[in-house]
């Protein structure tokens, strides 16, 4: 569980990731390399204490490995690129992911995006104190497999985060752990074929006695 005091610091930390990515500008014609130093760099100048883990930009074909960091691949038209960042402030983690579409994207890109979206929308309608978090997976991976898709879908739907990128609790099919209120975790759902692409959506969610509150700011397809 998090206090009122950590909550604010964390919040913090988001602020500074959204602000860093909301400030990138066209990034057309950008390695993925340039992109993600551009990030850093705007996440220390908003006032951040570095980054809570090595930033990942992943376009075209490179957005259909989940852990992929970032390479020396230009972004063109019609991609999808996969971008998980996270600033540190006075110690507390932000981890939050958005899918750029670059111009023209395929429709089946677009149907990829869509359906991580709902399955987004519906694994926190899921979060509620006491909920088991393999009930939150559950209802991301459901939406996934409706729209057939859920092969694709190889992680896990979120974890706890705090001083920690990744904490307790696990949000995984596989997972003991029950949600509690004044936990703050990730719903990060993703679609990932390889040779087309992917796409990854990913909010920090805290657990209140209503159900889930979304911290996170900016909409969630850019």
């Known amino acids: ?26 990034v057309e014609g950008l390695r993925e390399r340039d992109v ?27 957005a259909a490995w989940p ?11 019609g991609d999808a690129v996969v971008v998980d960042i996270g600033a ?15 111009g023209p994207a395929p429709q089946q890109i677009k149907d990829i995006v869509y359906a991580v979206y709902e ?14 978090a393999r009930e939150v997976d559950l209802a ?14 190889i992680h896990s739907t979120g974890h706890g985060v705090g001083v920690e990128v990744h904490e307790p609790p696990r949000v995984a099919a596989t997972s003991e752990d029950a949600l509690r209120e004044g936990m703050v975790i990730t719903i990060e759902p993703g679609v990932y074929v390889n040779g087309v692409g992917g796409a990854r959506i990913e909010n920090m969610v805290y657990v ?5 509150e979304v911290l996170n700011k900016l909409p969630y397809i850019i």
Do not use: Q, W
């Open 140 to 153: 991301a991976r459901k939406v996934l497999e409706e729209y057939g898709f859920g092969r694709y879908y």
């Open 119 to 132: 399955a987004a929308k519906a694994a926190e309608r899921a979060v509620k104190p006491g909920a088991p």
């Open 67 to 77: 852990h992929y960091n970032y390479g020396d691949r230009r972004i063109s038209a």
């Open 1 to 26: 569980m998090k206090s009122p005091e950590e909550l604010e610091l964390m919040k913090t930390a988001l602020k500074i990731t959204e602000e860093a990515l909301s400030g990138l500008g066209p």
């Open 208 to 212: 209140a006695s209503t159900g889930a």
């Open 88 to 102: 540190r402030y006075r110690l507390y983690c932000a981890d939050m992911t958005r899918t750029l579409l670059i």
């Open 36 to 62: 993600a130093a551009k990030i850093y760099k705007a996440m220390v100048e908003l006032g951040s204490d570095g980054v809570a883990f090595e930033p990942i930009v992943g376009s075209g074909p490179n």
